[in-house]
Structures are given as C-alpha cells and as structure tokens.
C-alpha cells in the first residue's frame, strides 16, 4: 500500500513539477521575444536559461514539493 502511495505522490510531484517549468519557459520566452527577434536559438536560449533555473530551484519545485 506505501508503495502505490509513493507512486501518486512522486506522480503529483512530476505532474506539477512539469506543468510548473511548461508555464516558466513560455513566459520567460514570451517576455524575451521581443528582445531576441531576429536572433539564432542559441542566442535566445542563452538569455532564457539564468532564470529559469533561478525560477525552478527557488520558485517550481519549492512549491510541487510543498504540493505534491
């Protein structure tokens, strides 16, 4: 029984863990685009990983643990 337990909560945890950095990415990139317009995905993707990691390891998984 723990283990089904284990499951739905690693489940839950994936689910909004996932559903959390979908949400990051589209408006870090959304508030980029008009910045970046033009530019090689490098370049964009360059500019949108600082803060998405700044925004998974102190905003997204803080909160899907604190959830899940």
Avoid at 18 to 32: D, E, F, K
């Amino acid at each position: 029984m723990t283990t089904i337990r284990n499951l739905a909560r690693h489940g839950r945890f994936l689910g909004l863990t996932m559903t959390g950095a979908y949400a990051l990415i589209n408006a870090i990139l959304g508030l980029a685009q008009p910045l970046t317009q033009g530019w090689p995905v490098w370049q964009t993707t360059l500019i949108a990983v600082p803060p998405m990691v700044l925004g998974m390891v102190y905003a997204v998984v803080p909160l899907a643990r604190r959830l899940g």
